[in-house]
């Protein structure tokens, strides 16, 4: 297991340094957003209803969608570093699922009601987290071919909408 903390901290460092350097050229506003929403993410209790559930209401657009999803992203990668930090590397599986269950929970609420392709593949990403949860090694779970295929789509999307993401 402590593989496998290794690996999401170097993966958690990359995509918080790619991250670091836009914010740098945007609001700082967005970077303190993603670090206030971090703290209940991680002590927010299982949402694994809210992971499969569509939210009602309008639609966000794709731009609103992927910098919602991004945002839940970067909480999650911090809530991973801060874990790691205080474990000596390791995260416990039972931590490891409950952080995939609220990221799941982020993104099926960042796609909402939407239809399009982004929101499309946001939710695939939500049920691959949810499905990775339940695992009896949930990072290794979620670290598949298919996760990161469905990453690189996602982050097509989101570029075609004009927004930068990192999955």
């Known amino acids: 297991m402590k593989v496998a903390s290794a690996v999401l901290l170097g993966v958690s460092m990359m995509g918080l340094a790619a991250c670091g350097e836009e914010e740098k050229s945007s609001s700082t506003a967005t970077g303190a957003g993603a670090t206030s929403a971090a703290a209940p993410a991680a002590e927010a209790t299982s949402a694994a209803p809210a992971a499969t559930a569509v939210a ?11 910098t919602a999803a991004e945002k839940a992203n970067v909480a999650f990668k911090k809530s991973a570093m801060d874990l ?11 931590q490891a699922g409950k952080m995939l269950t609220d990221l ?64």
């Not at 009602?56 to 992927?66: E, F, I, N, Q, R």
């Open 84 to 94: 790691i930090q205080k474990t000596g590397g390791e995260i416990p599986p039972a």
């Open 56 to 66: 009602a209401g309008p639609a966000p657009s794709d731009k609103d969608l992927c």
């Open 104 to 167: 799941a929970a982020g993104l099926t609420e960042a796609a909402g009601s939407s239809t399009t392709k982004a929101a499309a593949t946001v939710k695939v990403i939500a049920t691959q987290m949810t499905t990775a949860a339940g695992a009896a090694d949930p990072i290794t779970a979620g670290d598949t071919p298919e996760a990161t295929k469905t990453g690189k789509e996602f982050n097509a999307a989101c570029k075609a909408a004009g927004v930068t993401t990192h999955f």
